[in-house]
């Protein structure tokens, strides 16, 4: 069975050819900044190209991550902070685009990266009981799997972990919904942006564990080990991968005076790449279609 993931993220596209369940290609569009509806369309077409999928005929099935809020069971987006190009947007309209087809396939799964990008992180790494996932890139998202089963709370996730208030003093940042103080105001890459600059290596290469935001994770995580209990967390996408070096630190402040709800001997790891949600995606569309997930 082939399979295509993609997902369309706050800055760029990212794609990922199954076939028989082993990840066979990946790729990753040019990058962007609050792309409109054209620009959103030429980066999926653009990333999908770079598979070759023509050298192996259409997918079979096709998962897709997209940021933003849709009505239940519909494929049609009605809102998006970081990506407004995709507001009005039919996505089954924008995979056929994207395929250069008629129309979509008819097995099309959409889901939330942070959902996706844990499937694939649990799945590689046979992760056992609960892990708590966080996707760190433009937004902030989350995701509990259980053995692999995803703990709904709100709408398809366990809640929304990158609105939680983590104010750190009297001047707390605004997000994009104008919320105050909340884990994305802090962490989120335009935020890191605005205090280090737009070099996304250099924002890596500055992050030091008291950087505001890399303080406001810490509280975040520190509530997260009350609510959540997880056996493992893992700090997924472009931010994730940048935070990697600090993981020491990080643990020692979360673990300092940590709850005695958390569980012993937790763990705390990142992502080993940008493409886990494009994978992520194609496994649970190969699994939806009777494949092998």
């Known amino acids: 069975m082939t399979v ?5 993220g706050g800055s760029s596209v990212k794609a990922a050819l199954l076939r028989d369940g082993a990840a066979s290609a990946m790729a990753r569009s040019a990058t962007y900044e609050r792309p409109d509806a054209a620009r959103i369309a030429a980066a999926l077409r653009e990333a999908v190209d770079a598979l070759g999928l023509s050298r192996g005929g259409p997918p079979e099935a096709v998962g897709l991550c997209v940021p933003g809020v849709r009505d239940p069971g519909s494929t049609v987006v009605r809102a998006s902070l970081n990506v407004p190009g995709l507001v009005g947007a039919d996505l089954r309209d924008l995979v056929a685009g994207a395929l250069g087809a008629a129309s979509a396939p008819r097995r099309l799964t959409v889901t939330t990266d942070a959902h996706a990008a844990a499937v694939d992180v649990q799945r590689a790494r046979a992760i056992a009981g609960r892990l708590l996932a966080l996707s760190l890139g433009t937004g902030v ?6 053995d692999g ?3 709904r709370v709100t709408g398809d996730g366990p809640g929304h972990l990158g609105q939680i208030d983590v104010s750190l003093d009297d001047a707390p940042p605004r997000g994009a919904d104008g919320a105050l103080g909340t ?3 802090y962490i989120g890459l335009p935020a890191l942006t605005r205090r280090l600059g737009a070099d996304h290596a250099a924002i ?3 992050l ?9 994770l810490v509280r975040a995580l520190r509530i997260a080990h009350a609510v959540y209990r997880p056996d493992e967390v893992c700090l997924l996408g472009g931010v994730g991968l940048a935070i990697g070096p600090l993981l020491p630190a990080l643990r020692g402040r979360i673990d300092d005076g940590l709850t005695s709800l958390a569980r012993p ?5 990142t992502g080993d790449d940008l493409h886990h949600a494009a994978r992520g995606a194609a496994r649970l569309a190969e699994a939806n279609a009777g494949g092998t997930g």
């Open 208 to 216: 030091t564990p008291d950087d505001p935001g890399v303080r406001a």
């Open 204 to 206: 890596a290469a500055s």
């Open 183 to 185: 884990l994305e105001a």
């Open 4 to 8: 295509l993931g993609v997902d369309i």
């Open 141 to 146: 998202g989350a995701c509990v799997l259980d």
């Open 149 to 151: 089963v995803a703990l």
């Open 265 to 269: 001997g937790w763990r705390l790891s």
